[in-house]
Nanobody
Framework: QVQLVESGGGLVQAGDSLRLSCVVS?????LGWFRRAPGEKREFVAA????????SYADAVKGRFTISRDNAKNTAYLQMNSLKPEDTAVYYC????????????????????WGQGTHVTVSS
């Protein structure tokens, strides 16, 4: 059973930074971060390949967020800088077991396993 456990969420002010972590059990997967804001549908944030050599970002976070991974620790990270109130959401880590970095990596249907989420609230 693959498990993904997110941590690092919290309440911060606009302009602050947070780093989310996702510990993954099992094999090395393509990993993604998604978020769901109150009353909205879940949206893609960022993804990273198995080696960490390839990354993708949503336009809304490009230049502010950085996805990375430490395969020795089975952990992925999402460094979030210059946070805005519109970044308020539940953030989910997801794993794609496909052996390649899909062209549809920003589609939640590409992912096979999901964590429970961690809350991020950014006050203005």
């Amino acid at each position: 059973q693959v498990q993904l456990v997110e941590s690092g969420g919290g309440l911060v002010q606009a302009g602050d930074s947070l780093r989310l972590s996702c510990v993954v059990s099992g094999d090395r997967y393509v990993l993604g971060w998604f978020r769901r804001a109150p009353g909205e549908k879940r949206e893609f944030v960022a993804a990273i390949s198995r080696s960490g050599g390839r990354t993708s970002y949503a336009d809304a976070v490009k230049g502010r967020f950085t996805i990375s991974r430490d395969n020795a620790k089975n952990t992925a990270y999402l460094q979030m800088n210059s946070l805005k109130p519109e970044d308020t959401a539940v953030y989910y880590c997801a794993a794609d077991r496909a052996p390649f970095y899909s062209d549809y990596i920003n589609d939640e249907n590409q992912y096979d396993y999901w964590g429970q989420g961690t809350h991020v609230t950014v006050s203005s």
